[in-house]
């Protein structure tokens, strides 16, 4: 698995030959991409800050998907069979069509163009006030608790809207956490934690149909909830909001 480290989100992706040299070696899916500082860690924190704020003063509730449904967090427990892949985590959604106070799909619009592009849709689709086709853009920000938070090992279905999915590294580790995290299989079989190679602010790009999950985060200690002390990520995911109600699950690209 090879790991390129680049430091031109900005332009990588508008560049024709940068871009096609990112995009063929993301579709072979033996690399990621990790861009340096493409969000600033200020913002990381006070979007860690504010979501713990609302994660511990409201009801985690779901909420199908569908156009113009609210922002919501719900919880997902490994015993719930509800769910594709089977996960410990909190998940706090935004839909473009929704305000928020961190205007969040214009600070982050730059990484949904990125991702379009890669999966060859125009870069503006999905993140309208109305969806592209059935297919809405869902920002995901992922809390996985000390105590062992985690996420099943799966790969993510080849779906024309998604190739890589890019994924927001939000906490660090060494000092957030320290066993477990993120990582993307080799052909071989080696796990590489992408947060071993990351730092709050960059956004990591592998291939969805990897292999990949999140190992349990420092599992031996006491799970409380409520601490949101742990591992955070944001996910950059497009979804169906047509379907029937359901849980989706997978949110870790799946989602993608
Ligand atoms: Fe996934």
């Not at 799966?154 to 190739?163: C, E, T």
């Not at 066993?179 to 992408?194: M, P, Q, R, T």
């Not at 742990?230 to 909001?241: E, K, P």
Request: with cysteine.
């Amino acid at each position: 698995m090879r790991v390129f480290h680049r430091e031109d989100h900005g332009t990588a992706f508008s560049a024709p030959s940068s871009l096609q040299e990112i995009s063929d070696n993301l579709r072979r899916g033996d690399c990621v991409y990790i861009f340096k500082h493409v969000v600033p860690a200020g913002l990381v924190e006070a979007i860690k800050k504010y979501l713990s704020a609302v994660g511990s003063a409201s009801l985690p509730n779901y909420a199908p998907l569908s156009a113009g449904c609210p922002n919501f967090h719900r919880m997902v427990r490994w015993e719930d069979a509800r769910s594709a892949v089977r996960g410990c985590y909190q998940l706090f959604s935004f839909f473009p069509w929704n305000h928020d106070y961190f205007d969040l799909f214009g600070r982050f619009r730059e990484v949904y163009h990125a991702r379009n592009i890669l999966a060859g849709a125009d870069p503006g689709d999905y993140i309208g006030r109305t969806p592209t086709g059935d297919l809405a853009a869902r920002l995901s920000f992922q809390f996985y608790p000390k105590g062992g938070g985690g996420l099943n090992k799966h790969s993510d279905p080849k779906l024309a809207h998604q190739m890589a999915v890019p994924v927001l590294t939000m906490s660090r580790k060494g000092s957030d956490f320290s066993a477990g995290g993120l990582f993307v299989e080799a052909g071989d079989g080696s796990k590489l934690y992408l947060d071993d190679l990351s730092e709050p602010g960059d956004v990591v790009y592998f291939n969805a149909s990897a292999p990949h999950g999140v190992d349990p985060i420092d599992p031996e200690e006491e799970q409380r909830w409520l601490d949101f002390e742990g591992r955070w990520m944001g996910l950059f995911a497009v979804n169906s909001v047509s379907a029937a109600p359901e849980y989706r699950s997978a949110d870790l690209g799946a989602a993608g």
